[in-house]
């Protein structure tokens, strides 16, 4: 049963932490993308790699978010220093192909800093 | 700017009826138009799709209708069941660089 996966579940910081995040995408897909949901907008696309390489992170803060994927089976999407206002759910998906047209994804690290 | 839009943050059906989703887009620059479903602490999972070349797609009790005239992307459950209450996105892709642009969802929830 081939799933993303994603840690931490849940992750409650104060503010001024580091936070790393990880996912494993499924086994075999090439492209990784790093979403991250608030309460008041859809889905907002962070960052995008294929075949490990950073295609896009325009969609990131780039003075406290860094996004990497040291090999094909993970990837890391890092806040430091975190605030408040990056509370939300960051979600990971995967896809394969140049075109994705279908994307999976994991269940989600709900961020909490205080 | 929202390019996307789900106007209506919730919705709520009785089992049995039809139950209709909306979207609406901003402009004529997306070529693929997706449904995902997502249930509470899961992440979203795809539902159903539809080209722009298309005006219809239709899987099981799931129908996809696009009128590109309107900008206006509706997604149909008949008959709705109790597990079909959910969050549900619409999402655009865009043509130049196929990234997918989302609404902001729309809460489902089935009476019995």
């Known amino acids: 049963d081939a799933r993303v996966t994603q840690t931490p579940r849940d992750k409650v910081t104060e503010m001024g932490q580091e936070v790393t995040m990880r996912c494993q995408p499924i086994?075999?897909?090439?492209?990784v993308f790093w979403y991250r949901q608030t309460m008041m907008q859809g889905l907002e696309l962070l960052a995008y790699?294929?075949?490990?390489?950073?295609?896009?992170d325009s969609g990131m803060p780039k003075d406290r978010f860094s996004a990497e994927m040291p090999d094909a089976t993970l990837a890391t999407l890092k806040i430091q220093p975190s605030e408040p206002r990056d509370s939300a759910v960051y979600f990971c998906?995967?896809?394969?192909?140049?075109?994705?047209?279908?994307?999976?994804f994991g269940p989600g690290t709900r961020l909490t800093v205080l | 700017d929202q390019q996307v839009k789900q106007n209506s943050p919730s919705l709520s059906v009785q089992e049995g009826r039809i139950s209709i989703l909306n979207c609406d887009y901003t402009?004529?620059?997306?070529?693929?138009f997706l449904w995902y479903k997502k249930y509470p602490a899961e992440g979203p999972t795809f539902l159903i799709s539809?080209?722009?070349i298309k005006d219809k797609n239709e899987d099981g009790r799931f129908t996809v209708f696009l009128n590109k005239s309107a900008k206006h992307l509706s997604l149909h459950i008949v008959p709705s069941q109790p597990g079909d209450s959910a969050v549900y996105f619409c999402?655009?892709?865009?043509?130049?660089?196929?990234?997918?642009?989302w609404g902001a969802g729309t809460k489902l929830i089935i009476k019995p």
């Open positions: 999402a655009a892709r865009r043509r130049s660089n196929y990234q997918l642009i």
């Open positions: 402009n004529s620059m997306f070529d693929y």
């Open positions: 539809i080209s722009s």
């Open positions: 086994l075999g897909h090439n492209t």
């Open positions: 790699f294929r075949n490990r390489a950073p295609l896009d």
């Open positions: 998906a995967s896809g394969l192909g140049q075109v994705v047209d279908t994307q999976y």
